[in-house]
C-alpha cells in the first residue's frame, strides 16, 4: 500500500502537504517537524537527494544548530534515515529517506479501519442476540464475523435476513446465512469499480 501511496503523491492526486498536516500531531511529530517533513519532501520532489542543514535552516527560519537538532530528532523518531547509496559508477553518495511517516499513517488507516469493523459487528452481534433472545456459539460468532468482513453484508439486509427467519419453524444463525445467501444470488451482479482514493479519504477523515 505504501507503494500505492507515494505513486498518488507523486502524481499530485495526494498533497504531501495536506497528509503531514493531517496526521503529525496523531504521530507523535511536533509542529517544526511536520514542516520539516514537508520541506524535506519538497526536496524530493526537486531531485534532491543530499540535505544542506545551512540552506534547509533558511527554509524552516531555524538556526543551523536548531536545523540540526530538528533533523535529528526526525532520525530518532524513524521519520528521516540517511543512508550511503552505490551510485552507477561504483561510488558512494549519502541520501535521505522519510518513507517512514507513509508507513506510519497506512498503520493508523489500517488501526482506525480495524476499529470500525470491531464497532460494526459488536454491533450485529448484540442485536442478534436481543432478536434470538440467545447468546450465539464460537461457531455462529465466527459465521457472523463473515458476513460483516468478507462479505460486507449490511446491517440493513442483516436485520431483513433476520426478521424472515423469525417467521420460520426454526429460526437461527444458518437460518439467516441461508437467506442471505439466497438474496445475494437474486442480486444481478455488476462490476464494481472500487474507489481507491475515495477509501482512503473516507479514512483519512475518520
Do not use: C
Not at 41 to 64: G, H, R, T
Not at 69 to 82: F, R, T
Not at 126 to 148: G, I, K, M, N, R
Not at 185 to 201: G, R, S, T, W, Y
Request: aromatic letters at 8%; glycine letters at 0%.
Amino acid at each position: 500500500m505504501k507503494d500505492i501511496l507515494k505513486l498518488l503523491i507523486t502524481k499530485k492526486i495526494i498533497d504531501y502537504r495536506a497528509l503531514v498536516l493531517a496526521f503529525y500531531h496523531r504521530l507523535e511529530l511536533t509542529e517544526q517537524e511536520a514542516i520539516a517533513l514537508i520541506r524535506l519532501n519538497s526536496l524530493l520532489d526537486d531531485k534532491q537527494e543530499i540535505i544542506k542543514p545551512a540552506k534547509f535552516s533558511k527554509w524552516l527560519s531555524l538556526s543551523v544548530k536548531e536545523t540540526e537538532q530538528l533533523l535529528e530528532s526526525l532520525m530518532n523518531k524513524g521519520y528521516l534515515q540517511i543512508k550511503l547509496i552505490e551510485t552507477s559508477n561504483g561510488k558512494e553518495k549519502e541520501v535521505f529517506d522519510i518513507d517512514f511517516f507513509l508507513l506510519k499513517v497506512i498503520d493508523l488507516l489500517e488501526k482506525t479501519q480495524r476499529k470500525t469493523y470491531q464497532n460494526y459487528l459488536s454491533e450485529v452481534l448484540v442485536y442478534l442476540e436481543d432478536t434470538l433472545q440467545s447468546t450465539l456459539s464460537p461457531l455462529d460468532a465466527e459465521l457472523v464475523s463473515d458476513w460483516v468482513l468478507k462479505e460486507s453484508y449490511p446491517f440493513e439486509m442483516i436485520k431483513d435476513a433476520t426478521l424472515k427467519a423469525l417467521k420460520s419453524n426454526y429460526p437461527s444463525i444458518r437460518r439467516i446465512d441461508q437467506i442471505l445467501l439466497n438474496e445475494t444470488k437474486a442480486i444481478p451482479i455488476k462490476p464494481q469499480k472500487k474507489d481507491v482514493l475515495k477509501e482512503f479519504h473516507k479514512l483519512w477523515d475518520e
